[in-house]
């Protein structure tokens, strides 16, 4: 680096002087040095100027590479004094300079004055006058300055100053060390504290080479967190500069090249230093940034010990005024109006570990996704059985709680959405799927950033970008120190012990499984639930965390309308007001937390800096259960869902959603509902928005009777369905509805219908061929496909089924009294159907007795008085089958099995 002036000799021949003026790039040693102009639009011109006359000792010079048997040259005494006497007078300061010789390399020898003009300090006659530097030997004193140089050496001599001083300068001469050993520990033994430094070199603007004092370490140090445009070096040999890599070397080396500076050594990257340069005047590592010189860099950025924050604001300085390398800059969210970028929104789901559906105040829904975490996956190619459907929510490491912790700190809250980026659709290739477009944020409620909590618990990773990647979360920096912090803790994802095994049953649809599961739900009464999902106002899916299973769950007592569905080669549209009965039931219920914690975020939840402030409480839980009252074929449950005590069956009825259906009337909620649906009636609302109130008769209520009254009719039993409901016809009239259907066939006969020429739509009525290959008058039930239409025959009560499907009660009634005329007596009357006794019409005997005699059905004990001596009878029936062991009583008195041994009482 350091080299020695020599003498101008004749061989350039005499020149006629210029005094010309330039700024002090650089000092090489005590009597050469580097100037340069003004900038003018990038770096400017450099000359290197030796002083003419003189001579000062050589600085010490490090072996080449490329020549591995030469040895590194230490300095020559008082060479390094030189140079720092140079240095401290020089750098940065306006010279002027004449050159007196030239040699024909291209060397140019002169005199320097400290100023702008030459009546300044002359700098060689200060060195000689100090000891550090001799006249040029075999000099002749034949001019003024080559006198005045004599003189000045001869009272440095005097004087004993410099090289004229006693002994032969050893001290001066460093003991340069240009590695070290073990960097790491060197780092570390400086405990981030300052030390002094001078900037020997510039590289590029973010990597200079630094000579540390006052142990004499030459090390290459990086600006932790940045990184400026380099040079390029290509096959020749000759470096390439990337754009402003050359302005920004000039912007550090004028602020920083063979200054005094202290240094932070903060980590070690290879054999290379990480570190922040202090001056005076400044941080360099922020001024960079500030003026576009610079972008911040991930991995080093976390051990800039002055903050990340600010060297991102920095950044964030350059980018809005898109200065130097941001002049093209576009932010990710440029496009979004302010209102798009920031809101509060209200948390309504949870979706998987990095994604949750808001409520906006507009009423519309929105998907959010977490802006640089990763949710746990699957780690390897053989870590699924290939033969067992996957479920990530339950199959994936970490993935439930992951799930968990958000859905029981967000559901039903109001968070804070920060828009990051938007990251746009990508179509599927042959390792990834397809993805839609995305909407990227930073989600923040009491003043915890969301993600930065997930990733600190070890439940998400963060994802790392290539460094011109600017879609990233706004707060990235804390997200990787967070995850620091659960590596170094072993947590979630880091934690070296076993994965957290979630054996959940899923019994949804299977009817085996869930007859199994029937007993124990019934038995437990209220048990507490989690909403996973909502198919429609009255149909979901629930984990019950004790029993540890899923459920698909039906509200019952109500008639909900159905939603659309797609069925093959046809979309069945849904019922009016479908959509907002989901809705209402999603905002309600799904994934509310089932335990009463008002303390959502506690102190292990919050970040290390926020644990000391105490703890807000930002809102309270909802409380879901379930009362599980019956299946139906299909091994969906039947019951009741309470959300903190309120029945979810009432409130839909109550907001005019639903209909009371006539299966409640034996609920203990059946008042509720009937009061809820005559209000909802009263307002005429969604689906009672066309109700007319219908003129009622009075009725003498049953309980008033004193007697039994028994006036039974002739009637003819058409269809019995498998809860022992049966549909008769009067047989007064049944000459009336033969002739219409006489009439209806023959029509059919003159007009056959055309195949297609008719849309199914669920409700309508039309006519419809029966087993038997007539026509009959039905209303469409459901349908599943053009081909597959489920209907109800009006007339008949018939619905086609599997006749395996009947109950051996059933069968037994069918037996008997199907397609034959009966006695009927309605007994009392309830919404929906009469309740009625059955006598055969020849020998009048009750069928309900007779069944009841087998032990195919129980008695339902009522307390009305007319009843009493029917039900006495029934009863003593009953008690009859049950010591005979028929049927239903086969294994005794199942009703009072375990009721006792669980604490459960009727």
């Known amino acids: 680096m350091a080299s020695s002036a020599q003498s101008g000799g004749s061989s350039g021949g005499p020149m006629v002087p210029t005094v010309q003026r330039g700024i002090v790039k650089m000092v090489l040693s005590g009597c050469a040095i580097i100037v340069r102009g003004q900038p003018r639009g990038g770096p400017p011109p450099e000359r290197q100027i030796n002083l003419s006359n003189i001579r000062a000792g050589n600085l010490a010079r490090r072996a080449a590479a490329t020549q591995p048997d030469a040895k590194d040259t230490p300095d020559e005494p008082w060479a390094f004094p030189a140079r720092e006497f140079l240095r401290k007078k020089l750098i940065g300061k306006e010279v002027c300079f004449t050159i007196e010789n030239k040699t024909p390399q291209g060397r140019e020898y002169g005199m320097i004055y400290l100023g702008k003009d030459t009546n300044g300090e002359n700098i060689a006659e200060s060195l000689v006058a100090e000891g550090l530097a001799t006249r040029r030997e075999g000099m002749r004193a034949n001019n003024p300055e080559q006198n005045r140089l004599s003189e000045c050496e001869e009272q440095a001599k005097a004087a004993k100053k410099g090289m004229w001083s006693e002994g032969n300068g050893s001290h001066t001469i460093r003991d340069l060390k240009y590695a070290i050993e073990n960097p790491r520990h060197f780092v570390d033994s400086h405990h981030q504290k300052p030390v002094n430094a001078i900037i020997e070199h510039v590289r590029d603007g973010s990597v200079v080479r630094a000579l540390l004092l006052p142990d004499y370490y030459l090390v290459t140090v990086m ?57 005076p ?59 798009d970028k920031q809101f509060v929104a209200k948390v309504m789901q949870v979706l998987n570990a990095d994604a949750i559906v808001v409520k906006l105040n507009s009423g519309d829904y929105k998907t959010i996704h977490l802006s640089s975490i990763r949710p746990p996956r699957l780690e390897g190619e053989n870590t699924q059985d290939k033969n067992k459907k996957l479920r990530p929510l339950y199959d994936i490491p970490y993935m439930f709680e992951a799930r968990e912790f958000l859905r029981k700190k967000l559901i039903g809250k109001k968070v804070n959405v920060t828009v990051d980026y938007i990251r746009p659709a990508s179509p599927a290739t042959e390792t990834v799927p397809a993805f839609s477009e995305r909407t990227c944020a930073t989600v923040t409620i009491g003043g915890i950033n969301i993600a930065e909590a997930l990733v600190s618990k070890g439940l998400a990773t963060v994802i790392r970008y290539r460094q011109d990647d600017d879609q990233r979360s706004s707060h990235y920096d804390e997200l990787l120190a967070a995850e620091a912090r659960a590596i170094k803790n072993g947590k979630g994802l880091h934690s070296k012990k076993e994965v957290p095994i979630h054996r959940v049953a899923d019994i949804s649809g299977d009817t085996q499984k869930a007859k199994q599961f029937l007993p124990f739900l019934q038995r437990a009464g209220r048990s507490e639930a989690v909403v996973e999902y909502v198919f429609s106002g009255s149909r979901l899916k629930l984990y019950l965390p004790k029993e540890t299973c899923l459920i698909t769950f039906l509200l019952a007592g109500i008639e909900c309308p159905r939603g659309a569905r797609n069925l093959p080669g046809l979309v069945q549209e849904g019922e009016p007001f479908s959509e907002e009965a989901m809705l209402f039931t999603k905002e309600l219920v799904l994934q509310r937390e089932f335990p009463r914690i008002k303390n959502i975020l506690t102190k292990e939840d919050r970040l290390p800096e926020e644990r000391s402030a105490s703890v807000p409480t930002i809102g309270g839980s909802h409380l879901v259960e379930v009362e599980v009252e019956s299946m139906d074929k299909a091994g969906n449950f039947i019951g009741w869902l309470h959300i903190d005590g309120a029945n979810l069956s009432v409130l839909l009825v109550e907001h005019a959603l639903s209909k009371v259906h006539f299966t409640a009337e034996r609920s203990s909620y059946y008042k509720s509902l009937l009061s809820a649906e005559e209000a909802a009636k009263q307002k005429r609302e969604k689906v009672w928005a066309h109700y007319e109130e219908q003129p009622v008769e009075e009725v003498t209520p049953v309980l008033e009777e004193k007697e039994r009254s028994a006036s039974y009719k002739p009637v003819f039993v058409t269809e019995i369905t498998d809860d022992l409901h049966f549909y008769v016809q009067d047989v007064e009239t049944g000459t009336q509805l033969e002739k219409l259907m ?143 062991r028929l049927n ?19």
């Not at 941001?326 to 932010?331: E, H, I, Q």
Request: aromatic share 10%; charged share 30%; glycine share 6%.
């Open 223 to 279: 600006l932790s967190g940045i990184k400026c445009p380099t040079f390029r070096r290509e096959a020749d040999g000759s470096e390439t500069p990337e754009p402003f890599a050359a302005e920004a070397k000039f912007f550090t080396e004028s602020r920083l090249l063979q200054r005094d500076v202290q240094i932070i050594l903060e980590s070690c990257h290879n054999q290379n230093i990480l570190g922040t340069i202090l001056h």
């Open 281 to 339: 005047n400044g941080n360099i590592t922020e001024l960079l940034l500030k003026e576009g010189f610079a972008r911040c860099v991930d991995w080093s950025i976390a051990v800039y010990t002055r903050g990340a924050e600010k060297l991102r604001a920095a950044e964030r300085f350059a980018k809005e005024r898109r200065l130097r390398i941001w002049r093209d800059y576009v932010a990710p969210t440029a496009n979004l109006d302010q209102k």
């Open 742 to 884: 006489e009439n209806m066939r023959n029509d059919i006969t003159s007009h056959p219908p055309v195949e297609g020429s008719y849309a199914p739509r669920r409700g309508e009525f039309c006519i419809a061929k029966f087993e038997d290959g007539e026509w009959y008058r039905a209303r469409i039930e459901k349908v599943e496909s053009p081909a597959k239409v489920h209907v109800f025959y009006i007339d008949y009560g018939n619905v086609p089924q599997d006749e395996d499907a009947r109950t051996d009660a059933v069968d037994s009634v069918v037996r008997d009294i199907q397609n034959t005329q009966c006695l009927l007596n309605v007994e009392h009357l309830s919404a929906g159907c009469p309740h009625v006794t059955l006598q055969f019409a020849d020998s009048k005997g009750d069928v309900g007795l007779g069944l009841v005699k087998e032990g195919l059905v129980m008695v339902e004990v009522r307390k009305e008085k007319q009843f009493q001596k029917v039900i006495t009878e029934y009863l003593n029936a009953q008690e009859s089958a049950k010591s005979a």
């Open 888 to 906: 239903l009583w086969r294994y005794g008195d199942f009703r009072a099995d375990d009721a006792d041994e669980f604490g459960y009482s009727r």
